[in-house]
């Protein structure tokens, strides 16, 4: 990516270089454009003849407008830089003695002509601050006129801005360098194709007028539609052209796909004021990346603007995100889609016709000058029905022609009247009008042209384009046209690497492909572009359709080539795999022509693109394309084949992924007896079988089956395939999560640790294995208790993942639901609690909000919104979580009981303590009859039970529950643990409250100071206990002694002013009655 000052250094360097290019003329167009977009709009270039006096010194000179003196503000940016004085612009490309050059130019045009009341001088040479004063002072005393200097590092200024870097580009030759304007690598353009239009526009006066009256008006959203060819990109263009010229900033997004058009929208957010940090921390939120450019867009400061939004054939696409421009503003949208219904209410439908014969003949003189008269244009125009794009061919292709030698036997058309012959000669049942029949005529158009390559030598570029065309209608990227592959085929028998080439260069060249480079993730990606109908008429042709076996079958290998080499869990190859992905799916719908070995390829291909789209998220297009592997597979193997049993593996595997639990068990209950048949029990495919099923027990709170499986499976797979195999190391980790579950944390901390060390190692500390390993183990760090540095690890994490995976992976937002979790730990909660809003509705984009980690996202946030005052509205979504996830859990299963619990908390703050108590009572219940015996989950409901039973005054029930806590913890953890204290001091308040005065001073008096090391003294167990203690030494007539412990109280207060209100009042109270 080129920085900023990269991008300042090419300037100013093709700026120093105009002097020895002697380009005065080209700086002289460069300095016009920059002063009308800067500093005053109504310039003219001035000229005149040498014999005459030359332009008198003035390279530029502007013209009265009487927009310079509205009764309003102005309404245009050429309204506002519109100067009433007499301004002249005058430039210079000499690099020494500027100031002498400048005084004899100031001499020149103060001289002769009318009168001048400033001058803008443009110099590409760097002029001293002080050296510029001087000519400024000496213009005011000599001449009367006010000098304004520009020299190089001004104009450097000037061509760096984002709306103004296609000067540079177009006028020093720069290239289209990501970075420039501030565009880091990977987003899209969005200026103005200047390029996109050689030849001149014709026919659309009264649309492009109708449309221009729109514009000024503005306030519209403006639909260009027709057949594609008809040149609605073209009036699009036009408009823009004339938009800019009237001082509109005009932007140009592609909304080919949604992720161009998306992506095309951000920059056009950014280039409207917003930040690009802002811009790309919102855009994956859509609704908020909506608010966002629309805010920027409305802005008072962002000026008047139109916005062009090409290709956008799915309204659907675009719909939702284009809202009604203000006054001024338009945006015009370029469409196939016809129907009006399709699009806004309010909307403003034009159709773009074919142009009139007349036009069109005009069209093909100026492509192809010497091919013929006006009457014969004509005609040839009639008989292409006046479609743009049929026109835009056959001009190409007789440019190419007609100054060509003509050689004996010749056939090949040379002129217009030719060309209409050859058409009429080889489609005499093609009527002349475009409306009654567009493929007969643009048929002949587009073959003509391959005729012609062939006839240069291009053999294979009939062939090859229509190959091209059997894949999907998306950019193909050219590491799929390998040529000793093609070579196989009889259609392509004898292709050289140089014939390749040349039969891409001269469809290029011809019109009938597009090159276009698409960048992403830092990568670009070269790709062929064939226009939508031209791909669906060439597909119709004759040799086509006898040779769609060939070429399918030939797709589909290419396909299985490039994806055999592109592993799916290396995310450098993802850019490559989003452009593949269209085309694989494509060829896997048609199976029309599939024969013998060609099954098996099918297959293979599915199963490659399933993994890519599995690994990254994309479940649906996984699932489909395992489907198709199954089905392919099926044609050409047994039911037990080992690639149909590892396909089987993956689609449970992906089930198990989606939360489908019952069908993915099901699935790897038949693959395991199928592997373990057919494979034995130490081929990796049934190790990996008897991997994934422990997995899923695992998940589905079977930790002891899954701890004595994934025993024996870590022992068989590391003597089988090594302890530092991928597969191993998988198992291992799936291990310590046993080890985690069955509360040996420190055994699965150093497992994970371990296991990090060689991923790291061997993948890179970025790999996706190893972010895995690394999540669980930020995971455990946090059950820990070492908050901070969970928060680190999970921060860290989420930063590779966004970069790697993206931030809609499912991946990255278990990663942000865990994130929020530790930023709940820290105190951060309204941080905590945008993560988990958007994690949520990040889930419900990506069409999974029902997946189990959605729900545990919902549960988190309903819990945080009840703990901060939101009971209701949190309790509500805590009911929705786990009622869910018991559907799919059970009532034992872990996810199930923290939303269990979760929800019973939010009850007790909204005071429905009998229906907290009934889901307690059933929370217990149920882990009284697992596995989890006396377990932290169970030790927790038991609290919260007390909690309820202390407020409801059933002081003997809490302290049947305390005590039982306490003994537990003391046994498990220690009786000087913090979570131990805290129990022992809520056991000594039901004491002391029951009348155990003397036996809860002793517990209170043990316990004071052990709180205050653990927790803090400014914790609110620690003031707790010290003000009980201090009641209890009050009842047994120990004032002073209470009175300490009061005013340690009383000092925290006083201190950091961090104790509750309730209990100071309390403890003022007290201290008030001790006297």
């Known amino acids: 990516m080129h920085a900023p000052v990269d991008i300042r250094e090419l300037v100013r360097f093709a700026l120093h270089t105009m002097g020895e290019r002697n380009a005065h003329h080209e700086f002289e167009r460069l300095c016009l454009e920059v002063a009308r977009r800067r500093l005053v709009s109504n310039l003219l270039l001035a000229t005149g003849p040498v014999s005459s006096g030359g332009d008198q010194g003035r390279d530029g000179e502007s013209f009265w407008t009487a927009l310079v003196h509205p009764p309003h503000p102005p309404a245009s940016e050429f309204a506002a830089l519109a100067s009433p004085q007499r301004v002249v612009l005058a430039c210079t490309i000499q690099r020494t003695n500027v100031p002498a050059k400048v005084r004899k130019d100031l001499a020149a045009i103060n001289g002769q002509g009318r009168a001048v009341d400033r001058v803008l001088y443009f110099t590409v040479a760097p002029v001293p601050v002080a050296a510029r004063h001087a000519l400024q002072r000496e213009a005011r005393e000599v001449h009367d006129v006010e000098l304004d200097v520009f020299d190089a590092v001004a104009l450097t200024d000037f061509l760096t801005a984002p709306d103004l870097i296609h000067l540079a580009q177009r006028h020093l030759g720069l290239p289209s360098l990501p970075g420039m304007g501030g565009e880091p690598a990977g987003d899209l353009s969005v200026a103005v194709p200047e390029d996109a239009i050689e030849h001149h526009i014709r026919g659309r006066d009264a649309l492009l007028a109708e449309l221009a009256e729109q ?8 639909v260009l539609c027709g057949v594609g060819g008809c040149g609605k990109s073209t009036v699009a263009l036009a408009l823009a052209r004339r938009g800019r010229a009237a001082g509109l900033q005009v932007w140009w997004v592609d909304a080919a796909t949604r992720s161009t058009f998306e992506e095309g929208l951000r920059e056009v957010a950014v280039q409207a004021g917003v930040s690009r940090v802002e811009a790309r921390e919102v855009w994956s939120r859509r609704e908020a990346a909506r608010d966002v450019l629309w805010r920027a867009l409305d802005a008072p400061g962002t000026g008047r603007w139109l916005l062009v939004v090409d290709n956008a054939d799915d309204p659907s696409t675009v719909r939702d995100w284009i809202r009604t421009p203000r006054p001024g503003s338009t945006v015009l949208v370029t469409s196939r889609e016809q129907r009006p219904a399709a699009w ?60 060509d030698p003509v050689l004996p036997e010749s056939h090949t058309p040379r002129s217009f009247a030719a060309y209409r012959a050859a058409l009429d000669r080889e489609f005499p049942e093609t009527v002349s009008a475009l409306s009654h029949d567009p493929s007969g005529p643009l048929t002949r158009t587009w073959e003509m042209s391959l005729d012609l390559l062939e006839a240069k030598g291009a053999v294979v570029a ?27 085929a009889s259609v392509f028998a004898g292709l050289s690497a140089t014939g390749l080439e040349e039969a891409v260069r001269g469809l290029l060249g011809c019109g009938l492909l597009n090159r276009r480079r698409i960048e992403a993730d830092g990568t670009t990606v070269d790709t062929l572009v064939v226009h939508p109908l031209v791909r669906e008429i060439t597909r119709m042709q004759p040799d086509a359709v006898a040779g769609a076996p060939e070429y399918t079958t030939l797709a589909v290998v290419l396909l299985a080539k490039v994806a055999g080499g592109l592993p799916s869990d290396d995310t450098s190859t993802w850019p490559l795999w989003r452009l593949l992905a269209p085309h694989c799916t494509w060829v896997a ?17 599915a199963a490659l693109t399933a993994a890519y789209a599995h690994t990254a998220g994309v479940w649906a297009l996984a699932e489909e394309q395992l489907r198709h592997a199954l089905d392919a597979l099926g044609h050409c193997l047994p039911a037990d084949a080992p690639r149909i049993v590892a396909t089987r593996h993956n689609l449970a595997y992906l089930r198990h992924d989606q939360g489908r639990y ?12 199928s592997a373990l048949k057919t494979l034995g029990p130490d081929h990796r495919t049934t190790l990996a079988a008897r991997h994934e099923l422990a997995r899923l027990r695992l998940d589905r709170g079977d930790v002891a089956y899954a701890h004595a499986e994934l025993s024996v499976v870590v022992s068989r797979t590391a003597e089988v395939l090594g302890p530092d195999h991928p597969v191993t190391l998988a198992a291992r980790h799936e291990l310590g999560r046993t080890l985690r579950a069955r509360g040996d944390l420190a055994g699965a901390r150093s497992l994970f640790e371990q296991i990090v060390s060689v991923k790291t190692d061997s993948l890179g500390e970025a790999a996706l294995p190893t972010l895995v390993t690394r999540h669980e183990l930020a995971d ?17 994490i989420l930063a590779l993942e966004d970069r790697t995976q993206g931030p809609a992976h499912p991946s990255t937002l278990v990663t942000r639901n865990n994130l929020s979790r530790a930023l709940v730990e820290l105190g951060r909660l309204d941080e905590a609690e945008a993560e988990l809003c958007e994690t949520l509705a990040a889930w419900d984009r990506i069409g999974e909000g029902a997946h189990p980690m959605a729900l545990v996202t919902r549960g988190a946030l309903g819990g945080l919104l009840a703990t901060t005052g939101r009971a209701a509205e949190g309790e509500k979504l805590l009911r929705t979580a786990a009622l869910a996830l018991e ?49 932290p ?6 609290r919260k039970l007390a909690d309820i039973y202390f407020e409801l005054g059933r002081d003997a029930e809490a302290e049947d529950e305390l005590r039982r806590i306490v003994a537990t913890k003391s046994r498990d953890l220690g009786a000087d643990h913090p979570e131990t204290l805290q129990d022992r001091q809520a056991l000594a308040a039901v004491l002391l409250r029951q009348g155990h005065t003397a036996l809860a001073a002793r517990q209170l008096v043990a316990l004071v100071d052990p709180l205050d090391a653990a927790l803090g003294r400014n914790h609110r167990d620690s003031l707790i206990a010290r003000s009980n203690l201090a009641f209890a030494q009050s009842q047994l007539d120990a004032d002073a002694a209470a009175r300490r412990q009061l005013r340690r109280v009383v000092a925290v207060y006083e201190e950091d002013g961090l104790v509750p209100d309730d209990l100071l009042a309390t403890v003022q109270e007290l201290l008030h009655q001790l006297g």
């Open 215 to 222: 514009m000024t008006r503005g306030g519209d959203r403006v």
């Open 344 to 403: 806004w209410r309010q909307a403003a439908v034009h159709t773009v016709d074919p142009i009139g014969e007349a036009h069109g003949a005009a069209m093909l003189r100026e492509l192809a000058p010497r091919a013929g008269t006006e009457e014969e244009a004509r005609s040839l125009s009639r008989r292409l029905g006046g479609l743009p794009l049929a026109l835009l061919l056959v001009g190409r292709y007789l440019a190419m022609t007609s100054d």
């Open 462 to 488: 009939r062939p090859l384009f229509r190959l091209i065309s059997f894949f999907a209608p998306d950019p193909l990227p050219v590491v799929l046209l390998i040529g000793s592959v093609l070579a196989r």
């Open 589 to 605: 719908s048609d199976t029309s022509h599939t024969a013998g070995e060609e099954w098996m390829v099918r297959g293979d291909l």
């Open 662 to 673: 019952d069908e993915a068990e099901a699935e790897l209950a038949h693959v395991l007896e």
């Open 780 to 796: 455990l760090l946090l059950e820990l208790g070492e908050v901070e540095q969970a928060h680190a690890a999970f921060t860290e």
């Open 887 to 935: 559907r799919i859990f059970g009532a034992g299963h872990r996810e199930t009981v923290d939303a269990r619990l979760n929800h019973a908390e939010s009850l007790h703050r909204l005071n429905r303590h009998a229906d907290a108590e009934a889901l307690l009572r059933a929370v217990v219940g149920t882990l009284v009859d697992t596995a989890d015996g006396e377990g």
């Open 937 to 942: 989950r169970l030790l927790a409901a038991r």
